[in-house]
């Protein structure tokens, strides 16, 4: 009888891989880089992103060039917007630098200003203020950042990073486009929805700016599978396991602080999943029949 049922058992087991086999190298792959997706972005959303952030400004940091001074010659002339001054001397975005880069030096060749412009963009896109999307007058900043902080309670120092990306956070932008691109055509959702739900938490508690726009089509994508299935329940419980479960996270660790707060960040996003598996698993009492 023994036997028998090892057989039985080690047959299902074949029988279960045979069948998986073929999925298996990419099963894998979506894991790993889901789990990536979320660690990274999770680190990113606590204080161990400024120590990321610095470590990376030493890497590429290096004397400046002629043309690092041609892109800071408003700045260092005026001193506009202090630590924000990316945001206002019309200098620091994508096109604007390669202006300032390519009027730096008369008779240099495209090669040459082709060279310095990824340069100059890496060493700035590696520090912690990163590089803007879009420059804005300082007026335009301080009513935007009052009333964020009036109506919503959003920090200024939250609104000057959100307006920006740096190296780190592309990095989270890319692992995390790539996590959603690859869950985003299969039939089961609940790992969908739960990435999405999670990623956006650490999106905008981080103030990436790349990945609350690539985590809003994800949600989206979720909310309309939901509606053609009319499966809206499994769409707000796995969105908001994901969340709750790198809410809860953030806030542990940015209680504690340090190496240990991160341990301690881990256990309670762990114990709070367990929580939710637990009171999802319980049964629904049934109505209580009425009298007659």
Do not use: C
């Not at 007058?137 to 990073?161: C, G, I, M, P, V």
């Amino acid at each position: 009888m023994y036997l028998q049922q090892l057989f039985s058992k080690v047959k299902r087991l074949l029988f279960w891989a045979k069948r998986h086999a073929h999925e298996g190298p990419r099963w894998t792959s979506r894991k790993i880089t889901q789990q990536t997706a979320v660690t990274w972005n999770a680190l990113m959303a606590t204080d161990a992103a400024r120590q990321i952030e610095k470590f990376f400004e030493s890497v590429t940091e290096s004397a400046p060039t002629v043309y690092d001074k041609a892109v800071d010659v408003i700045y260092n002339a005026t001193h506009i917007g202090g630590g924000n001054h990316r945001l206002f001397d019309e200098s620091h975005t994508l096109t604007a630098m390669w202006d300032k880069v390519k009027d730096a030096v008369p008779d240099d060749s495209f090669t040459t200003e082709m060279q310095a412009y990824l340069a100059t963009m890496w060493k700035d896109l590696a520090t912690p203020a990163g590089l803007p999307l879009k420059n804005m007058t300082r007026e335009q900043y301080d009513k935007a950042a009052t009333f964020l902080s009036d109506h919503l309670n959003l920090s200024r120092d939250w609104f000057s990073d959100v307006l920006t990306t740096n190296l780190s956070e592309l990095i989270g932008s890319a692992i995390g486009g790539l996590a959603i691109v690859f869950a985003w055509n299969k039939a089961e959702t609940k790992d969908f929805d739960r990435l999405v739900g999670s990623l956006f938490i650490s999106a905008a508690v981080g103030a990436n700016p790349l990945l609350i726009v690539l985590t809003l089509i994800g949600l989206a994508r979720a909310f309309n599978v939901a509606r053609e299935t009319g499966n809206y329940q499994n769409f707000i419980v796995q969105t908001g396991r994901g969340a709750v479960g790198m809410a809860t996270f953030i806030a542990a660790t940015g209680v504690v602080g340090g190496p240990i707060g991160l341990v301690v960040g881990v256990l309670a996003s762990l114990a709070v999943n367990k929580v939710i598996d637990h009171v999802l698993e319980m049964p629904i009492p049934s109505p209580a029949p009425g009298r007659a």
